[in-house]
């Protein structure tokens, strides 16, 4: 299995408090990603990151931001939650930056916004 | 923009029935196809890809998917159906324009067996 670790794997907040989740790899990867999973859309992009220091948005970015300070940590951050932004939350890494990477995906961290 | 749709929702077998859970895609260009896996309370693993090559991918677990370019479609099939297969079942399509980009996953498909 990858070694990916996502933290923490369950939270309950409130509407208008900041949250964030990290994902830890052990594989030297150099592509991470933040996907949210919810009933009837499958996976949406949020962030990804190409290199420390290196982030683009997806699909779904607005209310989120991200940080990679080092190649082993992608941080997602909630600025201020809201309740549309419960969700599973997972993390992927990938090595290559072919179209063929594989993505190898953490446990999934649940969000609940109240 | 590339996309994949999955029919069906939810599809039910009998335990030993085919199973057939259908992907089509759309693409401008020849496109990466894969098919994750799901269990509950776990994150996606990898069943399967089509990068080139032959059209007919083996993956784990005994399933297979045929690339079909004139239908556009990425089918997944396994001859027959066990509880454990039970799970939910995503095909992607890996972005053509831009190196290191995710994969673009359909809703899903979540797949009950019976016995």
């Known amino acids: 299995d990858a070694g990916i670790t996502q933290s923490p794997r369950h939270k309950v907040t409130e509407t208008g408090t900041p949250v964030t989740l990290r994902c830890h790899q052990t594989?030297?990867?150099?592509?991470m990603y933040w996907y949210r999973q919810d009933p009837g859309h499958g996976l949406r992009l949020i962030h990804y990151?190409?290199?420390?220091?290196?982030?683009d948005k997806g699909e779904v970015s607005d209310g989120y931001s991200v940080s990679r300070s080092k190649t082993e940590d992608f941080l997602l951050t909630l600025e201020s939650a809201t309740s549309s932004q419960t969700s599973v939350y997972f993390c992927?890494?990938?090595?290559?930056?072919?179209?063929?990477?594989?993505?190898?995906f953490g446990e999934g961290s649940r969000l609940t916004v109240l | 923009a590339q996309s994949v749709t999955q029919l069906g929702s939810h599809v039910s077998v009998s335990e030993g029935a085919l199973v057939l859970l259908r992907c089509n895609y759309s693409?401008?260009?020849?496109?990466?196809l894969f098919w994750y896996v799901q269990y509950p309370n776990q994150g996606l693993q990898l069943l399967l890809k089509?990068?080139?090559?032959?059209?007919l991918v083996k993956g784990i677990n005994g399933f297979e998917a045929e690339f079909k370019k004139s239908e556009t479609s990425f089918h997944l099939t396994k001859p027959s159906a066990h509880m454990s297969d039970a799970a939910e079942y995503f095909c992607?399509?890996?972005?053509?324009?831009?190196?290191?980009?995710?994969?673009?996953f359909g809703k899903g498909t979540t797949l009950s067996v019976s016995s």
């Open positions: 990151s190409y290199g420390v220091k290196d982030t």
């Open positions: 594989e030297n990867h150099r592509y």
């Open positions: 992927a890494i990938s090595r290559d930056s072919g179209r063929d990477g594989e993505l190898f």
């Open positions: 089509y990068t080139t090559g032959a059209t």
């Open positions: 693409s401008s260009v020849p496109p990466y």
């Open positions: 992607a399509v890996s972005p053509y324009n831009q190196a290191g980009t995710a994969l673009i």
